[in-house]
Nanobody
Framework: QVQVKESGGDLVQAGGSLRLACTVSGLTFADGPLAWFRQAPGKEREAVSGITPGGTTYYEDSLKGRFTISRDKAKNTLYRKMNNLKPKDRDMYHC????????????????????WGQGSQVNVSS
């Protein structure tokens, strides 16, 4: 049974930093890609960043330079470091994974991923 669990969400001041963690069990990084999505209430999930089994990373264009995705294979944990946070970054952030390397959809589509966590809330005060 695959389980995905996010942690690290918090309330921070604008300009501050935060690191989200995603612990995955029942799935290894070699099985398929992992990704972070964000979701505002009543809206669709939007891709933030992704990483392939080989370590190639992808970012939503507007977030390049502020957000960094990384992983710790020994801990089977995915991370996302967010710097210079802005009020517009306030959202629920979800971690997602898959056990298939090749699917028709590319990394930025939520439908590409089979497993999801419940999310971790990030709030940014101005």
């Amino acid at each position: 049974q695959v389980q995905v669990k996010e942690s690290g969400g918090d309330l921070v001041q604008a300009g501050g930093s935060l690191r989200l963690a995603c612990t995955v069990s029942g799935l290894t990084f070699a099985d398929g890609p992992l990704a972070w999505f964000r979701q505002a209430p009543g809206k669709e999930r939007e891709a933030v960043s992704g990483i392939t089994p080989g370590g190639t990373t992808y970012y939503e264009d507007s977030l390049k330079g502020r957000f960094t995705i990384s992983r710790d294979k020994a801990k089977n944990t995915l991370y996302r470091k967010m710097n210079n946070l802005k009020p517009k970054d306030r959202d629920m952030y979800h971690c997602s994974g898959d056990d298939c390397v090749d699917r028709a959809l590319t990394w930025e589509y939520a439908g590409r991923y089979k497993y999801w966590g419940q999310g971790s809330q990030v709030n940014v005060s101005s």
